[in-house]
């Protein structure tokens, strides 16, 4: 079974600077998907960005980029010139390539200091 | 494009008692899920379907929880009786099968168990 794991339970950033958030998983599989998604306080998960494990190229969505390292497992989120709106709970997720369904890990929540 | 429909938005029950949940998908999106969020944790598939058939429920509690989905379209999850480890937002997603589409959530809805 695939696991995801979020080791740091919160961040704190100051406005216009910039923070990584980690997240590693296990599988054993060879191709698969790999998303980020933003909770704020509105319940409602919103998709930040998505990373095709087989594309070496690391996806990029604005002022949010990801560190894929496949043979490490490992998929970290850079939010640059954070700003108060990206003030949420931020949730790695893995997807197989057969099965649509995502699992999570247990989140961390990040702060924006104005 | 409507998003996903979830409704009611709160609820407070006593242990013991039932509780529905109800969910409408983006139109067109054979898969649905429901997924149950403790506090403080990620999300954990309950249940997924296609169409109107489930293809996953391997962590349904299925002495208490049943979920239908009738006519491949709007969904329902239930829970009776209810216990206080209930207590949880129960989000509702949709998706297209095929492709690296991530999943689209609806609002969520947050239930208390006293």
């Known amino acids: 079974a695939q696991t995801v794991t979020q080791s740091q339970p919160e961040m704190s950033v100051q406005e216009a600077e910039t923070v990584t958030l980690s997240c590693t998983y296990d599988?054993?599989?060879?191709?698969?998907?790999l998303f980020w998604y933003k909770q704020p306080p509105s319940r409602q998960m919103i998709l930040v960005i998505r990373?095709?494990?087989?594309?070496?190229q690391n996806a990029t969505e604005n002022r949010f980029s990801v560190n894929f390292q496949k043979a490490a497992k490992s998929f970290s989120l850079k939010i640059s010139d954070s700003q108060l709106g990206d003030a949420a709970m931020y949730f790695c997720?893995?997807?197989?390539?057969?099965?649509?369904?995502?699992?999570f890990g247990k989140g961390i929540t990040l702060s924006v200091r104005p | 494009e409507a998003g996903v429909a979830q409704s009611p938005r709160y609820k407070i029950i006593e242990k013991r008692q039932s509780v529905a949940f109800w969910c409408n998908p983006i139109?067109?999106?054979?898969?649905l899920y429901w997924y149950q969020q403790i506090l403080g944790q990620g999300p954990k598939l309950l249940i997924q379907?296609?169409?109107?058939?489930?293809?996953?429920d391997s962590q349904l509690p299925k002495d208490r929880f049943s979920a239908e989905r009738l006519k491949g379209v709007d969904s329902t999850l239930k829970i009776q009786p209810a216990k206080l480890e209930d207590s949880a937002v129960y989000l509702c997603?949709?998706?297209?099968?095929?492709?690296?589409?991530?999943?689209?959530f609806g609002n969520g809805t947050r239930l208390t168990v006293t």
């Open positions: 997603a949709s998706s297209l099968e095929a492709g690296p589409f991530g999943l689209h």
């Open positions: 599988t054993s599989e060879s191709d698969y998907y």
């Open positions: 990373q095709e494990a087989y594309k070496q």
């Open positions: 997720a893995y997807r197989g390539l057969l099965n649509s369904k995502l699992t």
């Open positions: 139109s067109g999106h054979a898969t």
């Open positions: 379907f296609q169409n109107n058939g489930v293809v996953d």
